[in-house]
């Protein structure tokens, strides 16, 4: 298993950006495919992205698609998560997660590895 860190996490205002970085330890992670999802408020957890192995494909919520982009450095064992354009409904947890195996799962259940959380909050 491999032990993810989020950091990068912030307050902003509406329209501004963040970037987040997922930084791993252990020697599997580029065996991994790396998702973003997040937690806002009282709600239940959702995907936002998700990166294969190499890099090469990406994958996005409808809700982010357009503003977010993930990306990653298997050389540095690092997965970042860059958010423009954000919105006030992008206020949550942001969690990263591994899994082994190629496809960019939506379903959080299929990652085994997670970081420990990093909170965007954005303001009106």
């Known amino acids: 298993q491999v032990h993810l860190v989020e950091s990068g996490g912030g307050l902003v205002q509406a329209g501004g950006s963040l970037r987040l970085s997922c930084a791993a330890s252990g020697r599997t992670f580029s065996s991994l495919v790396v998702g973003w999802f997040r937690q806002p408020p009282g709600k239940e957890r959702e995907f936002v992205a998700a990166?294969?192995?190499?890099?090469?494909?990406?994958d996005y919520s409808d809700s982010v698609k357009g503003r977010f982009t993930i990306s990653r450095d298997n050389a540095e064992n690092t997965v970042f998560l860059q958010m423009n354009g954000l919105k006030p409904e992008d206020t949550a947890v942001y969690y990263c997660?591994?899994?082994?195996?190629?496809?960019?799962?939506?379903?959080?259940?299929?990652?085994?590895?997670w970081g420990q959380g990093s909170q965007v909050t954005v303001s009106s």
């Open positions: 990166v294969s192995r190499s890099g090469g494909y990406r």
């Open positions: 997660a591994g899994r082994m195996g190629t496809y960019l799962d939506h379903n959080s259940n299929s990652y085994d590895s």
